[in-house]
């Protein structure tokens, strides 16, 4: 060990009688820092401009454009001018010849020249930790334990780099060739992961290999076990080729045993590395504050009741125009977008299953007209060489599973325990399933989904068709992530004159019928209410008289006409809403969205009689008078001002009373549209929000899955412009110009001894 010391203090000394070793440190210095204080300098104006940060940590250090991602952009620069001479220039100057005459071992003489290198390495992470610290000052909460998971993922890394260097500066006397050949073999670490992915195992093992991405957990605050063993056994793998590299120059092998050592040694690396990056032996540290790399504590508590085998089933259209993202080349990047679950679901299986059917894919059927469906799906594979152990065609896939309801989509299903529920892409930037979605699915399988059963029969609204006024955007829409459907809920339609109420229902819908209901409806819905079940109800001002009976039983009347107001931009029946203060008597929680909730031509909601139920408004009018009128006036006449005018009149209402003690809830809306496909897609509303936490409220908070995360505290600057100005000179010039003076001062000092 003593001798592996003295070797690397006098390799660390020889690379600093050298330019080369300060150039780079001067130029590392320089880049970093002015990455840095670009950043903070940046957020220090933003701030005075009163915008709003969050997260200034992870920003200025990870992220798109964080300093930490830059500098990783960089590093393969940095090590091949360091490593390129560590052996070349002993073979070229003939001293390898005395080393390997001299009892010293090989492994003593590579392991002191990468120590040498390695604690070089150290200087790269002593500028940035330096940056940490000024973080430190200038980020108020700054979260430490982030920043340093980032410095030692970097380290790993560039010692990596490091190691490779060192081999192939054992393979040539030529240092310039040294380093063009290390950037060469970094290259291909990078490149490799993309090779061979469509053959069963060897994708494994490139994808192992790739180097690409792979310090990116740590940046972002998640030490993973199979990263870690990952840098330690390539470096291992590139430092013992080092020393069977100069092995061959010291004993006399034959050429079969050279390879015979180098195989083993490549094998057993592979091994080892295939073994370690399985999910089942992988360990996670999350070093952020607020745990933003693992599961949310809804999540967590789902899948911590999951005790057995999960199998996830993914069936790929071909003719999908998503069908890229889970080819047999993609597969390894789709099951690591699920890591936050194997993570604590080592056993869920995942497999693919390929067929060919109809699909919405406009633009591939245009681009080839006149081919049917299997000779499309025979051209792609042709085409992109695909290789495919079993394509399904259309009668084959639906003895397994009918797609059809699913538009023969790419679509995924999760079994556990029996149970079985779809998971589903979406058109979306993201496509992939979520944590909110894969979340919902998962608890699906091991609670009863709330179902909602909406009425028919009475020309309501439908949740199948795309009309403005219908219900499929938030209700039944397979393509949106965000309908109630994609959210955990089930969603059906059933008619209340000539059907029961199934038993199971956990939330009726009844959405502004056009006509009278039955007596027979009635009493089903009457009854339904009777035994303590959720119901919604959603009137309209010029049909709410179908809902009369119901409304009576609640205590509720509507107003007869549409609530109008005055205003100079919007319609008068553009209703400005606001929220009720009392809102939290009903448990009712609301998100965090300040966005406003316009209501186009509403009824509004009074108390007729006390029928036993607890009413609280959520939305209502705001201070500035409303007035009766029929519906589409396009101004407030004169003559209409001069009638009673209503102020804060409730719109929509929350009833509550306990039943068997079970809490029932009830909502009442004089305005169906507000959760029509229009409103709901309407930009700069709070529809959608609203839309979400009644939802919630209505299946007592069980989905949607609630993910929100606690909010950050490092988002303010607390350094000055003044301050910025005084960093950037002292870290950007005086340190620099300090570092060359130093070693302009060793160099000349070297030299004249």
Not at 300 to 305: E, H, N, P, S, Y
Not at 711 to 719: A, G, N, P, R, Y
């Amino acid at each position: 060990m003593k001798t592996i010391y003295r070797i690397a203090k006098t390799e660390l000394s020889t690379m600093f009688y050298s330019p080369v070793a300060w150039v780079v440190l001067v130029i590392f210095s320089i880049q970093s820092s002015w990455k840095f204080f670009d950043s903070i300098e940046r957020f220090e104006k933003a701030q005075k401009m009163g915008e709003g940060m969050d997260d200034l940590t992870q920003v200025v250090f990870s992220g798109f454009s964080g300093l930490y991602t830059e500098m990783q952009n960089y590093l393969y620069l940095y090590v091949p001018l360091l490593t390129m001479g560590l052996v070349s220039r002993e073979i070229n100057s003939g001293s390898i010849k005395l080393l390997l005459s001299s009892p010293i071992k090989i492994k003593d003489i590579v392991l002191g020249k990468y120590l040498a290198i390695a604690g070089y390495c150290l200087l790269f992470v002593g500028i940035l930790a330096l940056q940490v610290v000024i973080a430190y000052f200038s980020i108020d909460n700054l979260d430490l334990k982030f920043a340093l998971s980032g410095l030692i993922g970097l380290y790993l890394l560039v010692c990596t780099y490091a190691a490779i260097g060192l081999f192939m500066s054992c393979l040539t006397s030529y240092q310039v060739v040294a380093a063009i050949s290390t950037l060469v073999v970094l290259a291909g670490l990078n490149f490799i992961g993309k090779l061979w992915q469509d053959v069963l195992f060897v994708k494994d093992i490139t994808y192992f290999l790739s180097i690409a991405g792979r310090a990116n957990e740590m940046l972002e605050g998640l030490i993973i076990s199979k990263d870690i063993f990952y840098f330690i056994l390539v470096s291992s793998l590139f430092i013992g080729l080092s020393i069977y590299k100069l092995q061959t120059g010291r004993d006399a092998q034959t050429t079969s045993k050279r390879i015979l050592s180098y195989t083993l040694l490549v094998s057993t690396v592979l091994l080892f590395g295939y073994i370690t990056s399985r999910a089942p032996l992988s360990a996670y540290y999350d070093m952020t504050r607020n745990h933003d790399r693992t599961l949310t504590k809804s999540s967590l508590d789902i899948v911590r009741k999951i005790n057995g085998p999960v199998k996830m089933t993914t069936y790929v259209n071909l003719l999908d125009i998503n069908y890229y993202m889970v080819m047999p080349y993609s597969q390894n990047q789709d099951i690591a977008s699920f890591e936050k679950y194997t993570r604590f679901l080592p056993q869920m299986e995942m497999q693919y299953v390929y067929y060919y059917d109809t699909s919405n894919n406009e633009a591939l059927y245009a681009q080839n007209p006149g081919l049917n469906d299997k000779e499309l799906a025979l051209k792609m594979i042709e085409s992109q060489d695909l290789k495919l152990d079993k394509l399904y065609a259309p009668g084959e896939i639906k003895k397994i599973v009918d797609l059809k309801p699913e538009q023969n989509r790419i679509v995924r299903t999760v079994e556990y325990n029996g149970q079985k529920t779809f998971l589903r892409m979406f058109d979306d930037m993201f496509k992939i399933p979520l944590e909110k979605e894969i979340s919902a699915a998962l608890k699906r399988l091991v609670v009863p989904a709330p179902k909602i059963v909406f009425a028919a029969g009475n020309m309501e609204r439908s949740i199948d068709r795309i009309g403005d006024k219908n219900y499929k955007t938030g209700f039944n829409e397979v393509s949106f992530r965000y309908s109630l459907i994609n959210q955990g809920f089930d969603v059906s339609t059933i008619d209340l004159n000539a059907q029961n109420i199934p038993a199971q229902t956990t939330i009726l819908i009844i959405a502004d019928p056009k006509t009278q209901l039955s007596q027979g409806a009635v009493d089903r819905v009457n009854n339904y209410i009777d035994q303590g079940k959720n119901l919604m109800l959603l009137a309209e001002p010029e049909t709410n008289s179908a809902l009369a009976a119901i409304a009576d039983k609640l205590g509720i009347g509507f107003t007869q006409q549409a609530l109008v107001q005055q205003s100079e931009t919007d319609a008068p029946d553009y209703l400005v809403t606001q929220f009720s203060k009392n809102i939290g008597n009903a448990n009712f929680k609301l998100s965090q969205s300040h966005n406003p909730i316009p209501f186009l031509g509403s009824s509004g909601i009074s108390i007729v009689k006390d029928a036993g139920f607890k009413v609280t408004p959520l939305l209502k009018t705001n201070s500035m008078p409303a007035w009766e009128s029929k519906m589409d006036i396009t101004s407030i006449s004169e003559e209409l001002k001069k009638q009673p005018s209503l102020k804060e009149v409730p719109l929509v209402a929350a009833l509550t009373r306990t039943v068997n003690g079970r809490l029932q809830r009830i909502i009442v809306s004089g305005d169906a549209d507000f959760i029509g496909n229009a409103e709901l897609s309407r930009n700069g509303s709070g529809n959608f929000q609203f839309f979400t936490d009644t939802f919630s409220w209505l299946s007592n908070y069980e989905f949607p899955i609630d993910t929100t995360r606690p909010k950050s505290i490092d988002k303010t600057v607390t350094i000055s412009a003044n301050q910025v100005f005084i960093c950037k000179i002292v870290f950007i010039g005086l340190f620099p110009l300090l570092l060359m003076l130093s070693g302009a001062f060793l160099l000349i000092t070297r030299n004249r001894r």
